[in-house]
T-cell receptor
Framework: DQQVKQNSPSLSVQEGRISILNCDYT??????FLWYKKYPAEGPTFLIS?????DKNEDGRFTVFLNKSAKHLSLHIVPSQPGDSAVYFC??????????????FGQGTILTVHP | KAGVTQTPRYLIKTRGQQVTLSCSPI?????VSWYQQTPGQGLQFLFE???????NKGNFPGRFSGRQFSNSRSEMNVSTLELGDSALYLC?????????????FGAGSRLTVL
């Protein structure tokens, strides 16, 4: 049972344009969401997170939006840069529960930013 | 500040063998989690250790086991290897033992089972 889904395996955008990566979840107990970026031969690195008490969190070029009623979150990258080309994973957790290190990840979206 | 260190980075085993992977967390981090990444499956949670105790376990067979030492370093073991165990095994550490965990990952150990 895939509780976190990233339905787009890949996304291609032009440098300078906006990249929008989407993520859906089914478990209503999830209340904290994270995005990770992964380059080949490296481990995932934390990008940005959002608590369910917010609907938006911004950090520089990266903004995460959360729509709790739709159980949907998205990551916006503006402007996109070639160095942003990587695999992006969304993850979710029930922060108030006994998650103990367990994040539930989506399958990932490969973002390619063309110069 | 050193990151999460995993050894070995790459290894090749044959079916039926066993393997031990090692993870040194960030200094001061006492929670260590393990994940398996296979193509198209994202990251699947294996288990988590805190203060030498396994507190959480994912849906993997008993062939997958782990432990944590008093210095927070952790090892995971896979016995009776199967072809399907070929994957990238990622270790992550965190400062907060519960709640909104931001995990810091190592580069992973790439296991190939022939």
């Amino acid at each position: 049972d895939q509780q976190v889904k990233q339905n787009s395996p890949s996304l291609s955008v032009q440098e300078g344009r906006i990249s929008i990566l989407n993520c859906d979840y089914t478990n209503s107990m999830f209340d904290y969401f994270l995005w990770y970026k992964k380059y080949p031969a490296e481990g995932p690195t934390f990008l940005i997170s959002i608590s369910s008490i917010k609907d938006k969190n911004e950090d520089g070029r990266f903004t995460v939006f959360l729509n709790k009623s739709a159980k949907h979150l998205s990551l916006h990258i503006v402007p996109s840069q070639p160095g942003d080309s990587a695999v992006y994973f969304c993850a979710a957790v029930n922060a108030g529960g006994t998650s103990y290190g367990k994040l539930t990840f989506g399958q990932g979206t490969i973002l390619t930013v063309h110069p | 500040k050193a990151g999460v260190t995993q050894t070995p980075r790459y290894l090749i085993k044959t079916r039926g063998q066993q393997v031990t992977l090692s993870c040194s967390p960030i200094s001061g981090h006492r929670s260590v989690s393990w994940y398996q990444q296979t193509p198209g499956q994202g990251l699947q949670f294996l288990f988590e250790y805190f203060s030498e105790t396994q507190r959480n376990k994912g849906n993997f067979p008993g062939r997958f086991s782990g432990r944590q030492f008093s210095n927070s370093r952790s090892e995971m073991n896979v016995s009776t290897l199967e072809l399907g165990d070929s994957a990238l095994y990622l270790c992550a550490s965190s400062l907060n033992p519960t709640g909104a965990n931001v995990l810091t990952f190592g580069a992973g150990s790439r296991l190939t089972v022939l």
